[in-house]
């Protein structure tokens, strides 16, 4: 007996992704490799090479916004760490501080884009995925854990990994929600 099938599976998980690049699609950047299934490779598969083409060129704006965003974030991660470099074997503070401004800044602006205004398609992939995306650091983190569990300073590292989760939760779900109230009660 299989699984019922799941529709939404189909859907784009980005909703600046257009629906002709859906997974199942058949236009699929990546295709998959299964004869038959829209992969090219048996028979009745694939989609004419000119739409794939139009995809990726349609997309290239987006590419192009994601990277010009994820450096200006990068350096803005690195110009905090050359501000503020933590003691060796110290909490890594920066990192715990720099993941949670990112994570709060994206609960607000996730906010605005969603219920406030309709931004322009290349804003999300430009400040939520490139700057935040580049700003926020999750294998920062994984190192400092690393590091501090290294030089013998395992409690550290534990609270380092167990801490940074919950503060950028709480981050994001802390924004999220004032920036909601903040709309309500400018709305009324």
């Not at 470099?85 to 990112?102: E, I």
């Not at 430009?126 to 013998?152: M, P």
């Amino acid at each position: 007996m299989t699984a019922p099938r799941d529709d939404r599976a189909t859907e784009p998980v980005d909703p600046d992704l257009g629906p002709d690049l859906a997974p199942g699609s058949g236009s699929d950047l990546v295709p998959d490799l299964v004869p038959g299934t829209g992969s090219g490779l048996g028979p009745g598969g694939g989609a004419p090479a000119a739409r794939r083409r139009n995809a990726v060129r349609r997309e290239a704006p987006v590419v192009a916004a994601v990277a010009v965003g994820g450096a200006a974030g990068a350096a803005a991660r690195y110009g905090a760490a050359v501000l503020w470099p933590p003691a060796a074997g110290a909490f890594p503070w920066t990192t715990l501080l720099v993941n949670a401004v990112g994570c709060a800044v994206m609960g607000a602006f996730m906010v605005l884009v969603t219920d406030l205004w309709t931004p322009h398609r290349l804003v999300r992939p430009f400040f939520g995925t490139g700057v935040l995306g580049g700003f926020t650091t999750f294998s920062t983190y994984a190192v400092d854990v690393q590091r501090l569990i290294e030089d013998g300073r395992a409690v550290t590292g534990l609270g380092c990994l167990a801490l940074t989760p919950l503060i950028a939760l709480a981050a994001v779900w802390t924004a999220a929600a004032t920036a909601r109230r903040a709309l309500s009660r400018g709305r009324r």
